[in-house]
């Protein structure tokens, strides 16, 4: 059973930093893609970040590149999200999600607009609440 579980979300002043995790079971890293999605209160869902392998190749949406670096730990099957510079526009819940689409799903969620909303995500954890303050 595939199973993701998010961790490290919080309350964070603008300009400073938080490092989320997912941790996974049930499917390895060089089968499915993995991606971090958020969704703010009145607002659409979004991919912010996405990393598939085989290269470990990365995709972040505009809003978050510079900022925002994804991550794995194969051997404790682990996913980050370290996020720098907040800004009060991070404010949402953030999802980790697996897929085997691979780099086509990678560039589905992250680069197409809408493509987190109408793309049909294989699995999902339950989310983390990050909340950045002015």
């Known amino acids: 059973e595939v199973q993701l579980v998010e961790s490290g979300g919080g309350l964070v002043q603008a300009g400073g930093s938080l490092r989320l995790s997912c941790a996974t079971s049930?499917?390895?890293?060089?089968?499915?893609?993995i991606a971090w999605f958020r969704q703010a209160p009145g607002k659409e869902r979004e991919g912010v970040a996405c990393?598939?392998?085989?290269?470990?190749?990365?995709y972040y949406a505009d809003s978050v590149k510079g900022r925002f670096t994804i991550s794995t730990d194969n051997r404790m099957n682990m996913v980050y999200l370290q996020m720098n510079n907040l800004k009060p526009e991070d404010t949402g819940n953030y999802y980790c999600?697996?897929?085997?689409?691979?780099?086509?799903?990678?560039?589905?969620?992250?680069?197409?607009?809408?493509?987190?909303?109408?793309?049909?995500?294989?699995?999902w954890g339950k989310g983390t609440l990050v909340t950045v303050s002015s």
């Open positions: 990393i598939s392998n085989p290269g470990a190749i990365t």
């Open positions: 999600a697996a897929d085997k689409g691979g780099t086509a799903f990678c560039s589905i969620v992250v680069v197409m607009p809408r493509g987190a909303v109408s793309y049909d995500t294989d699995h």
């Open positions: 049930g499917f390895t890293f060089d089968v499915y893609a």
